[in-house]
């Protein structure tokens, strides 16, 4: 067992549903304390996960788009310059619960979002539901400074970037949820 295996089972043991139900109270209040399992092939199974997820989670940015999500967008966008047909002010929904759609600007929906994507919920909020909130132009009000995510397109040179994290994001979320239902049931003696 190397330190990199013990680091990566505790990042499995985080993503435990059961840790995460049994100790949320604690978790508000203090730093987490990681239980050790009994079993070996446990501390394996946590391990490999946890270093499945870290990969996933540090390298969300070139996760491949989720097969059968769809991005409806006009065929003619070549007419326009690639930043301001993939610019973005305000990523939303149609209708509050109408989840398996984001209505991306005036040009371009993505559908088929899958329901399970947002069950990965980071501090209270679905992956999905945080980019939703970050990538917007806002303005500080007492500042006046501007917050534009079309600004990092431009800086990383491509127009799409915005969308292609929103695509990657939904993929990297179900892959967790995926991997987090496959964990091993943790089992306390006292609490």
């Given at each position: 067992?190397?330190?990199?295996?013990?680091?990566?089972?505790?990042?499995?043991?985080?993503?435990?549903?059961?840790?995460?139900?049994?100790?949320?109270?604690?978790?508000?209040?203090?730093?987490?304390?990681?239980?050790?399992?009994?079993?070996?092939?446990?501390?394996?199974?946590?391990?490999?996960?946890?270093?499945?997820?870290?990969?996933?989670?540090?390298?969300?940015?070139?996760?491949?788009?989720?097969?059968?999500?769809?991005?409806?967008?006009p065929?003619?966008?070549?007419?326009?310059?690639?930043?301001?047909?993939?610019?973005?002010?305000?990523l939303?929904?149609p209708?509050?619960?109408?989840?398996?759609?984001?209505?991306?600007?005036?040009?371009?929906?993505?559908?088929?979002?899958?329901?399970?994507?947002?069950?990965?919920?980071?501090?209270?909020?679905?992956?999905?539901?945080?980019?939703i909130d970050?990538?917007?132009?806002?303005?500080?009000?007492?500042?006046?400074?501007?917050?534009?995510?079309?600004?990092?397109?431009?800086?990383?040179?491509?127009?799409?970037?915005?969308?292609?994290?929103i695509?990657?994001?939904?993929?990297?979320?179900?892959?967790?949820?995926?991997?987090?239902?496959?964990?091993?049931?943790?089992?306390?003696?006292?609490?």
């Amino acid at each position: 067992v190397t330190k990199e295996d013990v680091f990566y089972y505790v990042y499995g043991i985080l993503h435990s549903p059961d840790y995460r139900e049994t100790f949320a109270n604690d978790l508000k209040k203090m730093l987490p304390r990681i239980p050790l399992v009994d079993k070996p092939k446990d501390f394996w199974a946590f391990s490999k996960a946890g270093r499945k997820l870290a990969e996933l989670h540090i390298n969300y940015e070139s996760v491949e788009p989720f097969e059968g999500v769809e991005v409806d967008m006009p065929q003619d966008k070549l007419q326009m310059d690639a930043y301001a047909f993939y610019s973005v002010t305000k990523l939303r929904y149609p209708k509050k619960d109408q989840k398996e759609t984001i209505l991306y600007n005036s040009r371009i929906t993505i559908n088929n979002i899958p329901e399970k994507a947002y069950e990965y919920v980071v501090n209270g909020k679905s992956a999905i539901d945080w980019i939703i909130d970050r990538y917007q132009v806002k303005v500080d009000k007492k500042s006046g400074i501007k917050n534009d995510p079309n600004d990092w397109s431009k800086e990383v040179e491509n127009p799409s970037y915005i969308l292609d994290v929103i695509l990657s994001i939904i993929n990297v979320s179900v892959q967790t949820v995926d991997i987090v239902n496959d964990l091993p049931k943790l089992e306390f003696d006292e609490v």
